[in-house]
């Protein structure tokens, strides 16, 4: 363990992550025809073109397990350094027993039990919150100078219907420290909560949320231009922002993407603010042609058609620059619920070189719904050579758009199987999951066993997969071996 260190801590922030997704998605344009839809309604309307999704044998303990030890193995970190480890899920098995206390387990072996932090639940908020304890922790005088690691996992199934396709499943771990590559901006942080029932899980025997779709998309642009107006003012009192734009004082904007379409949708409502907020939008060229919203309110434009064409048209440039590079996993995965937004920062960390990532201001948004919501600011440091500790950050994180090809698709028919057995099954006990562990990714852990008490057992694929006796033989004969 390490020892106190003096005085308080400096640059704290994430000094690894890592993603695990599932294995296996169905694709959103044979989705559209098998469920109905018009033709580019998931794909060009709501923005996705994958989802990843998981069969009986995955669920949130294991999801969580396969991303920590991803994490700990890939960024050689021991067990034995973490102080604070924090889940935000809202995929609940259990009400009472944590995720975090399965994740224990995995500190068995180095015998490390003196670790603070439980789960946090609040839709697709749980993991920020989580984010925000073991930064609050580190700033505190009970840190002992050891490392936090949150994690934030979940697996996002709707009923069949029109919000099925906005599923998706994922874990992100991410371990926070002082001295980190990628640093909170101290007092940059904004929040906006309120009691609302737009998306809730009131039944506890099904996965399924009960979901007002249009309430959601609502709900989430109002906690936006609410966080919007307090982050500016902090911005403004460190001096970050100094004239009336938002939009210009970040290289990133990084939003919980439920869809990839609201995000854009987001962009353009950070410009709107922008505009509303500029004493002289007349003298900015990117304003032109906008004049006639000068008196339109915030708060009667949620849906209104004419300001969001006309701001999403505005601000495409600066969409494509500074959010698009995030949407990579959204896209390619749908809403992990709290992983989702720590998705969209992987994927913008791996959009370009190590270089052009050093020094960069990022903004986040994070939206769950019930709701909560903040908006903060991350920099990335300057140092980005090869010995930094960026550098080994981004490298780590070099395998994520190969796991995303190598994934296997499923057709719609089998995914909505697979639906109707997790929903048959889902708190079953005892309980065997049925589906096979051939697909997984090697080194995943999977739910072997569900007793009658509810215990359940997990085991790990094995990280080099036993090389496959057909494929071997057609190797031979190619080669031309008897
Ligand atoms: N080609 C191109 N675009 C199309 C087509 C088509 N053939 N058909 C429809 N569209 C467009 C629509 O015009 C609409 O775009 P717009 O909103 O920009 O006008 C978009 O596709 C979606 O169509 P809708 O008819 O609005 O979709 P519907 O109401 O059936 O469902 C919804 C969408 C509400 C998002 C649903 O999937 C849902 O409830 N999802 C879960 C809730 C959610 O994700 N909420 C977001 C925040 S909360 C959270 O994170 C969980």
Known sequence: ???????????????????????????????????GASTGKYTIGLGQEK??????????????????????????VSYSDIGRLEVGTETILDKSKSVKTVLMQLFESCGNTNIEGIDTTNACYGGTSALFNAVNWIESSYWDGRKALVVAGDIAVYASGNARCTGGAGAIAMLIGDDA????????????????????????????????????IQCYLHAL?????????????????????LLDCADAFVFHSPFCKLVQKSVARIMFNDFLQDPHPEQRQIFTGLDAFREFKLEDTYFNKQVETAFMTASRTEFIKKTEPSLLLAKQIGNMYTPSVYGGLVSFLISRPVEDLADCRIILFSYGSGLASSMY????????????????????????????????????????????LRETTHHKAPY??????AHLFPGTYYLFDVDDKHRRKYKRKPLTEPVDVADQLSQNLHLGSS
């Open 181 to 216: 590559p990628l640093v909170f901006e101290r007092g940059c942080r904004a929040t906006h909560m309120q009691h609302v029932y737009d998306f809730y899980k009131p039944n506890m025997d099904s996965e399924y949320p009960v979901v007002d779709g249009k309430l959601s």
């Open 1 to 35: 363990m390490s020892s106190q260190r003096d005085g308080w801590p400096e640059n704290v922030g994430i000094v690894a992550i890592e993603v695990y997704f599932p294995a296996q998605y169905v694709d959103q344009k044979e989705l559209e025809t098998f469920d």
């Open 432 to 437: 065997k999951p049925e589906s096979s562990i």
């Open 225 to 245: 231009d609410k966080c919007y107006d307090i982050i500016s003012h902090k911005l403004e009192s460190a001096e970050i922002k100094t004239g009336s734009s």
């Open 377 to 420: 600011s991350l920099r990335v440091t300057k140092d980005f050579s090869p010995q930094s500790d960026l550098h080994k950050l981004v490298n780590n994180l070099s395998d994520v758009k190969m796991r995303l090809d190598r994934r296997k698709k499923v057709a719609p028919e089998i995914f909505d199987n697979l639906m109707k």
């Open 51 to 76: 989802m990843g999704f998981c069969s009986d044998n995955e669920d949130v303990n294991s999801l969580c397990l396969t991303v920590v030890q991803r994490l700990m193995e890939r960024n050689g």
